[in-house]
T-cell receptor
Framework: DVKVTQSSRYLVKRTGEKVFLECVQDMDHENMFWYRQDPGLGLRLIYFSYDVKMKEKGDIPEGYSVSREKKERFSLILESASTNQTSMYLC??????????FGQGTRLTVV | GDSVTQMEGPVTLSEEAFLTINCTYTATGYPSLFWYVQYPGEGLQLLLKATKADDKGSNKGFEATYRKETTSFHLEKGSVQVSDSAVYFCALSDQAEGTALIFGKGTTLSVSS
């Protein structure tokens, strides 16, 4: 079975902290994505990566950065967490036939 | 840019009722179309897909047909179950490599017995 694994299901962080959300896929996919999900807003793309060390901004990159040092791992970094970054974060990877597979999500609360 | 519009919820149905969730899209090319489902507390799972006009995707009793002339990909199920209660997302992806999926805002379905 294909698998996308996010390192945490739930996180609570303090305002101003640097936060790392990790995502690992085992499907040898080129493309990986980070979305955030908020009620009434659906899924919004933060960043994506189409190859190792390559990244592209999505619709809402402000306050975030990403790292992709290895093909299987794509990290989302909140440089200085703020309360408006409290959200559900979803990682996905995409391979052939444009099929995307999602992790279970990380619910982040910034206090 | 490309976009997806789906009907707003919540949709509340009784068990065995017929379900339709409308989805329309705007795209410059010929995208692939998808329906994803999210059960409470979970990530998204692929429900079905279609890659070209007139293709019908189907899975678990759900169906959707890629209609290029109406730019639509409506989700249907003949008889819903309580276990179908979830959030449903319509999405598109350009056929080119290295492009992201674009999602609608999601439709919450609640089925009661």
């Amino acid at each position: 079975d294909v698998k996308v694994t996010q390192s945490s299901r739930y996180l609570v962080k303090r305002t101003g902290e640097k936060v790392f959300l990790e995502c690992v896929q085992d499907m040898d996919h080129e493309n990986m994505f980070w979305y955030r999900q908020d009620p009434g807003l659906g899924l919004r793309l933060i960043y994506f990566s189409y190859d190792v060390k390559m990244k592209e901004k999505g619709d809402i990159p402000e306050g975030y950065s990403v790292s992709r040092e290895k093909k299987e791992r794509f990290s989302l970094i909140l440089e200085s967490a703020s309360t408006n970054q409290t959200s559900m974060y979803l990682c996905a990877s995409k391979g052939v036939l444009n099929l995307a597979f999602f992790g279970q999500g990380t619910r982040l609360t910034v206090v | 840019g490309d976009s997806v519009t789906q009907m707003e919820g919540p949709v509340t149905l009784s068990e065995e009722a017929f379900l339709t969730i409308n989805c329309t899209y705007t795209a410059t090319g010929y995208p692939s179309l998808f329906w994803y489902v999210q059960y409470p507390g979970e990530g998204l799972q692929l429900l079905l897909k279609a890659t070209k006009a007139d293709d019908k995707g189907s899975n678990k009793g759900f169906e959707a047909t890629y209609r290029k002339e109406t730019t639509s990909f409506h989700l249907e199920k003949g008889s819903v179950q309580v276990s179908d209660s979830a959030v449903y997302f319509c999405a598109l992806s350009d056929q080119a490599e290295g492009t992201a999926l674009i999602f609608g805002k999601g439709t919450t379905l609640s089925v009661s017995s």
